[in-house]
């Protein structure tokens, strides 16, 4: 099957800070992408819908400008958590699905646990 | 707005025995899918279900779906450990573009 990776795994930042997140389509392209947010023992939440060549769709109560979202290419998009808080710590999962194709799969990468501390 | 409701939330169970999870959504639906998630992982994609009255078996689950009644069943039969996980349904709505709202996740607990 096709395979989304998201890189870093891993963060932790000290409050305040910036962190990015990657989240990379290995073997197809993929013109849409979505984050989502996953708080211990929750579902997972879609926070924003990543569009190639334009401006993301957020969700409602999600904050543009605390959550910036760029789709620079087919294969990538990034997510930045500017001045980041506790609060922000959580788990983030991109999606991306296969459009066009008769499965209508839907890939998840393998998460980015980010700690703020 | 779409909202999808598992049931029940938490599930422990014997080995060997049969249970079956509910997927209930309150509008109409593309597509329905089932995840699994192991502690600290991403999702695992189980089924993928597209039409009213489509059935899917892998292994020792397997998924329907009754669009009519909004309504998706993941059936485990003789469970054995191994399938000890969180398990989600998620609904992709006609007018989601593919976004996908998810369930509350079901806990599943498979004793020895």
């Known amino acids: 099957g096709a395979v989304v990776s998201q890189h870093p795994s891993r963060v932790i930042c000290k409050s305040g800070t910036s962190v990015k997140i990657e989240c990379r389509s290995l073997?197809?392209?993929?013109?849409?992408m979505f984050w989502y947010r996953q708080f211990p023992k929750q579902s997972l939440m879609l926070m924003a819908t990543?569009?190639?060549?334009?401006?993301?769709?957020?969700e409602q109560g999600v904050e543009k400008d605390k959550f910036l979202i760029n789709h620079a290419s087919l294969t990538l998009s990034t997510l930045t958590v500017t001045s980041a808080h506790p609060e922000d710590s959580s788990f983030y999962i991109c999606?991306?699905?296969?459009?066009?194709?008769?499965?209508?799969?839907?890939?998840f990468g393998p998460g980015t646990r980010l700690t703020v501390t | 707005e779409l909202k999808v409701e598992q049931n029940p939330l938490f599930l422990s169970m014997q080995e060997g025995k049969n249970y079956t999870i509910y997927c209930n959504y309150s509008?109409?639906?593309?597509?329905l899918y089932w995840y699994r998630q192991d502690p600290g992982k991403s999702l695992e994609s189980l089924f993928v279900?597209?039409?009213?009255?489509a059935v899917k078996q892998e292994g020792r689950l397997m998924a329907s779906l009754d669009t009519k009644a909004r309504l998706s069943t993941l059936h485990i039969t003789a469970a054995v450990h191994d399938l000890s996980a969180t398990y989600f349904c998620?609904?992709?709505?006609?007018?989601?573009?593919?976004?996908?709202?998810f369930g509350e996740g079901t806990q599943l607990t498979v004793n020895p």
């Open positions: 999606s991306a699905p296969l459009l066009g194709r008769a499965s209508y799969e839907q890939y």
């Open positions: 073997d197809f392209q993929a013109t849409t």
């Open positions: 990543s569009n190639e060549g334009s401006k993301a769709t957020y």
């Open positions: 509008t109409t639906s593309d597509r």
């Open positions: 279900l597209l039409s009213n009255g």
């Open positions: 998620a609904v992709d709505g006609k007018t989601s573009g593919s976004r996908l709202t």
